[in-house]
């Protein structure tokens, strides 16, 4: 499903992100940078020890939740990864959205300040940290969206989508935009 913000496009794809052509691949990550399962261990076992070295001399004290840090891409296809950290899911009392908002936001930032033209995320925060893919996908998708609108920098972002339960919650999600 492709569908046209401003002069750049929302793709959604069912698959591995680790396999993407894009300047930039973002990572799900824990607030330690400590690498885990999940998208997280496939992203550093493709990209090979040369990110998770990076990590530990440039970031030694980790990445607060709902930020992001730049590593460069290791063996990926990609010239860099974007290591997001979203929020744990605790019943949304805890202005997880804003968390969730603002790794999303400071991805799109650092794409900008690298002249990164295409990336790709994967969804953050629906895995291991249980948030629901439903209300995951609304703030995803709209905070992409809202950049695109105003961005001259990037061409192309691609939602890469494990399994066809998170890709239907995000395809419905990106038609409700349409309307
Ligand atoms: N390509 C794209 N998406 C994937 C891939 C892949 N290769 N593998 C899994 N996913 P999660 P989180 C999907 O748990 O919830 C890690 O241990 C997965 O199906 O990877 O943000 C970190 O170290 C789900 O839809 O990330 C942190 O400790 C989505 O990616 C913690 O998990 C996110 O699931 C972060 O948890």
């Known amino acids: 499903m492709i569908v046209q913000f401003g002069s750049a496009r929302i793709e959604l794809v069912l698959g591995d992100i680790t396999v993407q052509r894009v300047d930039v691949i973002v990572n799900a990550a824990n607030a330690q940078l400590a690498g885990g399962g ?67 936001q400071i991805c799109l930032s650092l794409a900008e300040k690298h002249t990164c033209r295409t990336l790709a995320f994967p969804s953050i925060s629906t895995g291991v940290y249980r948030y629901p893919v439903d209300l995951a996908a609304e703030i995803a998708l709209r905070t992409v969206a809202v950049k695109l609108e105003t961005s001259d920098q990037l061409d192309l972002v691609r939602f890469v989508l494990f399994d066809q339960g998170t890709f239907g919650s995000y395809a419905r999600v990106l038609e409700t935009m349409l309307i």
């Open 38 to 104: 999940g998208v997280d261990g496939a992203i550093h076992l493709a990209a090979g020890p040369e990110i998770m070295e990076e990590l530990q001399r440039r970031y030694p004290d980790g990445c607060p939740t709902g930020s992001a840090v730049v590593t460069s891409g290791g063996n990926l296809h990609s010239r860099y990864v974007f290591h997001a950290v979203g929020p744990i899911w605790q019943g949304g009392g805890i202005k997880e959205s804003g968390l969730l908002e603002s790794a999303y």
